[in-house]
């Protein structure tokens, strides 16, 4: 697709559930980010993969959280045994990673919801 | 390790006068800085961004931002504010490893930013 794609676009879930998030980023891109926004808040740093490995999965705030890419190309946040503080709009953002400076595009984000 | 900060959480200023969103950072090789802006309800859209060359970057909708190596600062600025202008002002950082790679991209708090008539 043109742009980074997210979904679902807005997720409720009730505490104690697991909930996957889905990112496509653009086509080639191989640096993906994800991030958590509160809200008004600002970006949480979770994790970033070149390629399908991560270098810096620092900011995952706790084993309840993970995320794997596969192909090089989708990204799943999985969040296990949701908690009402789980719930934030989370985003990712694509980039290429071998070009000098490329800014990182944004999907819309996910709105979660835990209730 | 790198970090960028925002120092001020809301910036004020009347319609027509000129704007300056404020940013500093932090990391260990030649940085790559970047402003993005949130509207409301939005996602972040990127505005600028410094790589190397002139200090002084031009982005979208009128916005400049100025590069200061010896101050770590990259303040964003416009020189007459619109209303539409009121957002979230993002400032974010990368940088490449000495041993080559890169680091992750990382943001600043955000500075909201209201333009009143």
């Known amino acids: 697709g043109a742009g980074v794609s997210q979904s679902p676009s807005n997720k409720v879930t009730e505490k104690g559930k697991d909930v996957e998030l889905r990112c496509d980023p653009i086509?080639?891109?191989?640096?993906l980010y994800w991030y958590r926004q509160s809200l008004g808040q600002g970006l949480e740093f979770l994790i970033y993969?070149?390629?399908?490995?991560?270098?810096?999965k620092s900011g995952l705030p706790s084993d309840r959280f993970s995320a794997e890419r596969t192909g090089g190309s989708v990204s799943t946040l999985t969040i296990q045994r949701t908690q009402q503080e789980d719930s934030a709009v989370y985003l990712c953002?694509?980039?290429?990673?071998?070009?000098?400076?490329?800014?990182?595009?944004f999907g819309q984000g996910t709105r979660l919801t835990v209730v | 390790a790198q970090s960028v900060a925002q120092p001020e959480d809301q910036v004020n200023v009347a319609e027509g006068n000129p704007l300056t969103v404020k940013c500093t950072y932090s990391?260990?090789?030649?940085?790559?800085l970047f402003w993005y802006v949130q509207y409301p309800n939005r996602g972040l859209q990127f505005l600028l961004k410094?790589?190397?060359?002139?200090?002084l970057v031009k982005g979208s909708y009128g916005f400049e931002a100025e590069f200061n190596k010896s101050q770590t600062s990259f303040h964003l600025k416009k020189p007459s504010a619109l209303v539409s202008d009121s957002a979230l002002y993002f400032c974010?950082?990368?940088?490449?490893?000495?041993?080559?790679?890169?680091?992750?991209?990382?943001f600043g708090a955000g500075t909201r930013l209201a333009v009143h008539p």
């Open positions: 953002a694509s980039s290429h990673n071998d070009r000098v400076g490329t800014e990182a595009f």
């Open positions: 086509s080639g891109h191989t640096a």
């Open positions: 993969f070149q390629g399908n490995s991560a270098p810096d």
């Open positions: 990391v260990s090789g030649n940085p790559y």
């Open positions: 410094y790589i190397t060359g002139d200090n």
């Open positions: 974010a950082v990368r940088d490449r490893r000495l041993s080559g790679g890169y680091n992750k991209l990382i």
